[in-house]
């Protein structure tokens, strides 16, 4: 099994630049969570989506985050534009279950993206 | 929403010293409880979980901890570490029924050799 997958691994951009990441969830997983992890905040949940459908995005900063997940197998989180206090490391994470079945909650983390923005 | 606590941010230790670490928890209901590991630049990993039966979970690399229901607590314990055990430590929760994890702010421990 490949795990999560995470493209770029590092991302060095100019603010106000248009920002993707993407994430390739583990195969068969039906949940995917993306987090952003910084010194100052810790780890904090953005978006997650069961199903390839949004439940909760109320970590989502600001208009300028979005996320989509076309399909089962991958999702975008795309910054527009891109300020400073944007760079953080941001990790997508899937997991098979819906919260329901106990044993499948468990959160399997990709690499992350490590974004700067200067 | 579920919250988490942990205490003593940094901890320092040297080599064959025990390690605990405190998580806190407030939530009323079921509860689903997680530690993750994070090797310094890599990704977090999974270090042991608890769903339900057997309060006292072994996990990898000779880690366990204890859910103690009435104190809200799911405390990690090794009672050996090593040098490669130099990691940041993240207790998480999520309430049964809803899969939006909660995470701690995290231990940064570094083992002296």
């Known amino acids: 099994d490949a795990g999560v997958i995470q493209s770029p691994r590092h991302e060095v951009t100019e603010m106000g630049q248009e920002v993707t990441l993407r994430c390739k969830p583990i195969s068969g997983h039906n949940s995917l969570f993306w987090y952003r992890q910084t010194m100052m905040r810790g780890l904090e949940l953005l978006i997650y989506?069961?199903?390839?459908?949004?439940?909760?995005d109320s970590g989502m900063p600001e208009d300028r985050f979005s996320a989509k997940m076309p399909n089962a197998s991958f999702s975008t989180l795309k910054i527009q534009p891109s300020e400073p206090r944007d760079s953080a490391v941001y990790f997508c994470?899937?997991?098979f279950g819906a919260g329901l079945a106990g044993d499948t909650d468990t959160q399997y983390f990709g690499p992350g993206t490590r974004l700067t923005v200067l | 929403a579920q919250s988490v606590s942990q205490h003593n941010h940094h901890v320092i230790l040297s080599e064959a010293a025990s390690l605990e670490l405190g998580c806190n928890y407030s939530?009323?209901?079921?509860?689903?409880l997680f530690w993750y590991v994070q090797y310094p630049g890599q990704h977090l990993q999974l270090l042991l979980k608890?769903?339900?039966?057997?309060?006292l979970v072994k996990g990898i690399k000779g880690f366990e901890a204890e859910f103690i229901k009435s104190k809200f607590s799911f405390n990690l314990r090794k009672p050996s570490v090593q040098w490669s055990d130099t990691a940041e430590y993240f207790c998480a929760v999520n309430a049964r029924g809803n899969n939006r994890l909660a995470f701690g702010k995290g231990n940064q421990v570094v083992v002296i050799p």
């Open positions: 989506f069961n199903n390839n459908v949004p439940i909760d």
């Open positions: 939530y009323g209901g079921t509860v689903n």
């Open positions: 994470a899937s997991s």
């Open positions: 608890y769903f339900s039966g057997d309060p």
